[in-house]
């Protein structure tokens, strides 16, 4: 959640990096919003497509260095690689981000398939109904190396009502929902995370 308030506030400023840490290239791109105004309020439901239309100012890459099988082996050739990336997008770009969303391939990402199943409050589906249908869902005891990269709900259902993508504001007494689970290596994130930080950038998603 706190990552997505985030990804929500440098959506809302207007302008956005994407960061990919390959194990051959780094590439940057420098993306531009259309405005708040066309920020969705779904709390983080549904794709983060569609939320706001954007377009591409600055592009970059540059060969990866310092990254084997797609994690930081050496800090800092690593920082650096990023840092002429990031700073070759932004001269393209004529202006300076401060917020990224990184993509990397290792870290060796697992998968989980929840659900959770709630009584709905008042007859009516609301945001609290949501957040605790989500709570409801029995998460399991995937290590302390390990940490959280995503939990996204991908379908609701509401009594016999099911494939719904947001169903706030419905009539019902049973709210359940599927809900899709990915954890990392938290030791390779944290590597990663220390790159960017090292480059004043702060990381807005992974």
């Not at 985030?6 to 531009?32: F, H, Y």
């Not at 540059?62 to 001269?91: C, L, Y």
């Not at 007494?173 to 030791?187: G, I, P, W, Y």
């Amino acid at each position: 959640r706190a990552m997505r308030n985030m990804r929500k506030a440098a959506m809302q400023r207007g302008v956005i990096a994407i960061l990919d840490v390959g194990t051959s290239k780094i590439a940057c791109l420098v993306l531009r919003f259309d405005g708040p105004g066309n920020v969705g309020e779904a709390d983080g439901i549904g794709s983060m497509a569609g939320q706001s239309s954007f377009r591409v100012i600055g592009a970059a890459t540059t060969r990866s260095r310092g990254v084997r099988f797609g994690e930081v082996d050496a800090m800092q050739e690593t920082e650096r690689a990023i840092r002429t990336a990031v700073q070759a997008a932004q001269k393209m770009a004529n202006v300076r981000v401060d917020h990224v969303i990184a993509c990397l391939s290792g870290a060796r990402p697992r998968s989980y398939g929840l659900d959770g199943a709630i009584d709905v409050e008042g007859g009516t589906v609301s945001g609290q109904d949501i957040g605790r249908v989500m709570a409801a869902c029995d998460v399991p005891d995937f290590g302390a190396d390990r940490e959280v990269l995503h939990a996204q709900p991908v379908n609701f259902a509401l009594d016999h009502r099911t494939g719904m993508a947001d169903p706030r504001g419905q009539i019902g007494n049973e709210l359940t929902t599927d809900m899709h689970l990915m954890t990392v290596d938290a030791t390779a994130i944290q590597n990663l995370f220390f790159c960017i930080k090292r480059c004043d950038l702060e990381l807005a998603g992974l």
